[in-house]
């Protein structure tokens, strides 16, 4: 699939050979070979690393946008060209919500394995959350609850839909968790809505769990964003 990044005169930043709205071609930005490999800088340095290319990341994960610009650009070849409306475009197109810029400042909502405080991302207001977990796992943490694994937080999906395809890089046929959303809420648990269907949190204690009927996640028909 052909994901260049390009920019369209009435409807904005795209994705793909022409605007979905108007179907004419814009102003090219980014192949989808760059486009591949920024996604992956990107990810590595607002979750990871921002040390390895220079960078100081404040207590909220917000990293200064020209100085990531420059520092991607001097230790990536390649990126000389970089400026702000390339970064700009890769969030404002990117279907899963995984990035902000605000005042100057870019950041990762979710994914991270460093400290940061995201307290300040919009709190959960949905009664379902889902997580999917493997056979093996099922019944420690139905007694235990969930815990962050190889993330500073548990990681969470608005639907069974999307919970459905985060389990796709470890199993065929997931077991899915729901979390009581309205009874976390009313016990003060804080869920924040982090990306477009990504729910994060410190942990969920076994009370809010039970087990998704297997009929339910058989009966849901996946098909790709992206």
Not at 79 to 100: M, N, S, V
Not at 136 to 159: A, C, N, Q, T, Y
């Amino acid at each position: 699939m052909n994901d260049m990044l390009a920019e369209c005169d009435e409807h904005g930043y795209y994705r793909g050979e022409t605007c979905s709205v108007c179907d004419r071609k814009g102003k090219f930005l980014m192949n989808d070979r760059e486009l591949d490999s920024l996604g992956r800088i990107m990810a590595g340095v607002l979750r990871h690393f921002p040390e390895k290319v220079g960078l100081t990341m404040d207590g909220h994960g917000w990293i200064d946008l020209n100085a990531f610009i420059k520092a991607i650009g001097e230790s990536r070849s390649g990126f000389h060209w970089l400026r702000p409306q390339h970064i700009e475009a890769i969030i404002k197109t990117d279907l899963k919500g995984r990035y902000q810029i605000d005042g100057g400042m870019i950041r990762a909502t979710y994914g991270h394995s460093i400290d940061v405080n995201l307290d300040d991302l919009p709190l959960a207001e949905i009664d379902n959350l889902y997580y999917s977990v493997a056979e093996e796992e099922l019944e420690v943490i139905l007694e235990h609850g969930l815990h962050p694994v190889d993330r500073k937080r548990v990681h969470l999906s608005g639907s069974i839909e999307k919970a459905i395809e985060a389990a796709r890089t470890r199993t065929e046929e997931p077991l899915l968790l729901r979390i009581d959303g309205v009874k976390t809420r009313e016990d003060g648990v804080l869920i924040y809505h982090a990306g477009k269907d990504v729910y994060i949190t410190d942990k969920i204690d076994a009370k809010y769990l039970s087990k998704v009927d297997e009929s339910e996640v058989k009966n849901v028909d996946i098909t790709d964003d992206e």
